[in-house]
C-alpha cells in the first residue's frame, strides 16, 4: 500500500537535506517541497508561530518505521512531525510506480 508522508522542517535547506537522502536511500519514491508554510503550534504552554518548510514524501507503507527513524537521525526538531496518510486511490500506473523505486 502506498502512503503520503508529511514532515515539517525548520528550513529549505534542512528540508532538501533529508528528502535527498529519503530518495537516494530508496526509502521513498518522491518527495515534494513546500519551501515556506506558516504554522501555528502550542509548545511548552505558549502558542508559537513560526515559518517552516514541508515535505510531502510518496512511499510504502512498509518502509514507514524506517523513515521515521531516518527523518528523526537527520532533523533538527526534538519532536518532529512525521506523520503517515493512507492513499486510497490514485492513478495506478503512478502507485506502481511509488512501489517499484522504494525499498
Do not use: Q
Not at 528550513?11 to 508554510?37: D, F, G, H, Y
Not at 510531502?56 to 518532529?80: A, C, G, M, N, Q
Amino acid at each position: 500500500m502506498s502512503i503520503v508522508s508529511i514532515i515539517t522542517v525548520g528550513n529549505a535547506k534542512e528540508a532538501e537535506t533529508i528528502a535527498k537522502r529519503l530518495v537516494e536511500e530508496k526509502l521513498a519514491a518522491c518527495v515534494n517541497i513546500i519551501p515556506s508554510v506558516k504554522s501555528i503550534y502550542r509548545w511548552n504552554e505558549k502558542v508559537e508561530v513560526g515559518e517552516e518548510a514541508m515535505l510531502l514524501v510518496k512511499t510504502k507503507k512498509e518502509s514507514f518505521d524506517k523513515i521515521k527513524k531516518r527523518v528523526v537521525e537527520l532533523h533538527s526538531y526534538e519532536v518532529p512531525e512525521i506523520i503517515a496518510l493512507e492513499i486510497f486511490d490514485g492513478l495506478e500506473s503512478y502507485l506502481e510506480w511509488i512501489s517499484s523505486n522504494v525499498d
